[in-house]
């Protein structure tokens, strides 16, 4: 399974970016998907997640009120929709996919596969 994000760049505060990620390689769509970052010198951490049809999203309390996930099925991708972005979302923001939990959530050794990352830069 291959793994690819897209749509990360750079941005003034208060901007908006639209992330995507697309997993190839499965035969089917019954995976999780999920998005975490990491900026300079930090841990790893979750932003929000999908499940495997879409139904059940989850969200991290720093972004909740400013980011959305979905996913196009047919075209095996899933979207972050970030708004009002602030200097601190600079991070790496990196795709996950798994297949072993209907809803992995925030756990990410839950998740199978990883992207290589997108970087997204908000100035102040």
């Known amino acids: 399974v291959h793994v690819v994000e897209s749509g990360g760049g750079f941005v003034q505060a208060g901007g908006s970016l639209r992330l995507s990620c697309t997993a190839s390689g499965s035969t089917g769509v019954d995976y999780a998907m999920g998005w975490f970052r990491q900026a300079p010198g930090k841990e790893r951490e979750f932003v929000a997640a999908?499940?495997?049809?879409?139904?059940?999203?989850d969200y991290a309390s720093s972004v909740k009120d400013r980011v959305t996930i979905f996913r196009d099925i047919g075209k095996n991708t899933m979207y972050l929709n970030m708004a009002t972005l602030k200097p601190e979302d600079t991070a790496v923001y990196y795709c996950?996919?798994?297949?072993?939990?209907?809803?992995?959530?925030?756990?990410?050794?839950?998740?199978?596969?990883w992207g290589q990352g997108t970087q997204v830069t908000v100035s102040s």
């Open positions: 996950a996919v798994g297949w072993k939990y209907p809803v992995p959530g925030s756990d990410f050794p839950k998740y199978d596969y």
């Open positions: 999908i499940s495997r049809l879409g139904h059940v999203k």
